[in-house]
């Protein structure tokens, strides 16, 4: 990951979210889309949250996945000072196993939008795909990485269904 020419921010609220966050870290490196990575609390740093949101557009980034646990209000806080696209991701740090987390991320006002993913690691690599959906409506590059994604999927599936017949038919 880098912090020069990304075109995607990931924001966490805690070091302790990396390995909850590194899905998204790992599926943007797998697609070649730059992201820059940083620790940033909506409570014990507001002010550092929103000059990071309110300048994010202008060093280049046109999407930004917010992790956070508990209370989780780094999405809508950035949400509410950028214009660019906010995706949150839950994550499951808290007593409540990530329930709190993905009510105050899903539960925004009208006029903030925050695109939702899973609670935890799949919500964060998808988070970066659909990051990467957004991106691709001006990348043809990334649209089809994206097509070939969908087919590496739908390969999987097609072998995970042919080695079950198999079984079905050994009996």
Request: hydrophobic fraction near 45%; charged fraction near 20%.
């Amino acid at each position: 990951m880098t912090n020069g020419n990304a075109t995607v921010g990931i924001l966490m609220g805690s070091d302790s979210d990396l390995p909850v966050m590194s899905a998204a870290i790992e599926t943007l490196e797998e697609f070649g889309v730059r992201a820059e990575v940083e620790v940033c609390s909506a409570h014990r740093s507001p002010a550092r949250a929103a000059e990071y949101a309110r300048t994010a557009r202008e060093r280049g980034l046109r999407v930004i996945i917010c992790g956070a646990g508990a209370a989780a209000h780094l999405a809508g806080v950035i949400a509410a000072e950028t214009t660019i696209p906010v995706i949150g991701v839950p994550i499951d740090s808290s007593p409540l196993k990530g329930f709190d987390s993905l009510l105050a991320t899903v539960q925004m006002p009208p006029g903030i939008p925050v695109a939702t993913m899973a609670v935890g690691r799949a919500g964060a690599a998808n988070a970066a795909l659909f990051a990467i959906q957004i991106l691709s409506t001006a990348d043809a590059g990334l649209v089809e990485k994206m097509g070939a994604h969908k087919r590496k999927l739908a390969d999987g599936v097609a072998r995970k269904n042919a080695r079950l017949q198999e079984k079905l038919a050994e009996g």
